[in-house]
């Protein structure tokens, strides 16, 4: 992958992430808790982003939405300020070895090391058994593959992709146990100021895209965003302070006023102290909007030139594979598979 070393000619340590492409639009957690930190860590790593197609079906999608969410995802990588100059930006099922180290993988994973998996319970029992499938089931060795391919020394994810990461953490170690020092063991990176943001109707719960109703969906008409910041639940009381116990609704409003604007959570104290929630949210939309509005123009942009985002997605897929070849390769002989002709 070019350019692949910093001023000093040393190679930069690599950095791997993904987002699945299930919404028509990220929402603030996706953009706060991954996407700006993406941004901020593509001059130092060599980073490669993905947009992870394969996780997306495990849950029923049609087909045209599916392709549709695909590229609006990868334009809101580029619109958040991805660079793809300087950063891989591809989508998973372009690079066909995702799919055969998860095999590799999933022969090194116990059935109740996967049973584990937060996620899955939360979401296989959300569905019923009914609606479940082997693939949900799967999806964490899915995402060791993503980042062990790559040798990815840092991943940059949100909270309650950890369990995940310690999945991936520990069958990288069991596989180098096992045949030789082989695959790189990656650190999360999560930045705990914004690596879980609220739900904004349900303070309680993680903003997620399966809640639209409490999400801030960054492509959505202004007035919709305005309205629910407006009528995101707060607490009892009068005061604006950080108190994440007694008022978690003001503490999540503070934290996203705060990732976005840049003042600290005691500046912010200290600026609404004697003013009430309305103040704060009133502001709070203006600052939110101030990041949306041109985020939306530019995703729009991208998405009016499908040929130019599939013009990128294409190189980034071209840059990535001879790495995800090399270390499937490596990993093919280290388990003891005869070479292939090529
Ligand atoms: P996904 O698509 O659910 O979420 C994308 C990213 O957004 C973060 N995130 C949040 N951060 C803060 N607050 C929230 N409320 C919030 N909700 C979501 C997620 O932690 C994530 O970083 N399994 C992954 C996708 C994936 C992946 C990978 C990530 C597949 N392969 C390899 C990293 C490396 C997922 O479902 O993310």
């Not at 901020?40 to 849950?59: G, K, W």
């Not at 879980?196 to 008409?221: E, F, N, R, W, Y």
């Not at 407006?230 to 003001?250: H, L, N, Q, W």
């Not at 390769?329 to 292939?340: K, T």
Request: aromatic share 6%; proline share 6%.
């Amino acid at each position: 992958m070019e350019p692949m070393s910093s001023d000093t000619g040393a190679p930069r340590p690599r950095l791997f992430s993904g987002m699945q492409p299930t919404q028509d639009s990220l929402h603030i957690g996706n953009y706060l808790g991954a996407l700006v930190n993406w941004v901020c860590m593509q001059e130092e790593f060599e980073a490669i982003y993905c947009v992870v197609d394969m996780h997306a079906i495990t849950v029923d999608v049609e087909p045209e939405l599916l392709r549709a969410r695909t590229r609006a995802t990868a334009a809101q990588y580029l619109a958040g300020g991805v660079d793809p100059a300087q950063s891989a930006v591809f989508v998973q099922s372009h690079v066909a070895e995702h799919a055969e180290l998860t095999w590799i993988l999933s022969c090194l994973t116990g059935y109740g090391e996967a049973g584990r998996m937060t996620q899955f319970k939360d979401k296989s029992t959300k569905t019923g058994a009914e609606g479940s499938n082997v693939g949900l089931f799967t999806y964490p060795i899915l995402m060791a593959a993503d980042i062990l391919l790559y040798d990815a020394a840092k991943v940059p994810v949100g909270e309650d992709q950890r369990q995940h990461l310690e999945l991936t953490r520990n069958l990288a170690q069991r596989f180098n146990a096992r045949y030789g020092p082989t695959l790189v063991v990656p650190e999360p990176h999560i930045v705990k100021d914004t690596a879980k943001i609220q739900d904004l109707a349900h303070p309680s719960a993680k903003m997620s895209k399966s809640a639209p109703a409490g999400a801030l969906t960054l492509l959505d008409d202004p007035k919709v965003l305005r309205k629910r910041i407006m009528s995101a639940v707060t607490d009892t009381g009068r005061e604006i302070t950080f108190d994440e116990e007694a008022k978690p609704g003001v503490a999540n409003l503070l934290r996203i006023y705060s990732a976005l604007d840049g003042r600290d959570i005691p500046t912010l104290e200290a600026d609404y102290q004697g003013r009430g929630y309305g103040d704060l949210k009133k502001d709070l939309v203006e600052v939110v909007l101030a990041v949306a509005t041109p985020y939306r123009e530019k995703t729009m942009a991208y998405l009016n030139d499908p040929a130019e985002l599939d013009r990128i997605l294409a190189d980034g897929a071209d840059r990535v594979r001879p790495i995800a070849r090399a270390t499937l390769d490596r990993v093919y002989e280290r388990v003891g598979f005869l070479a292939a002709r090529r």
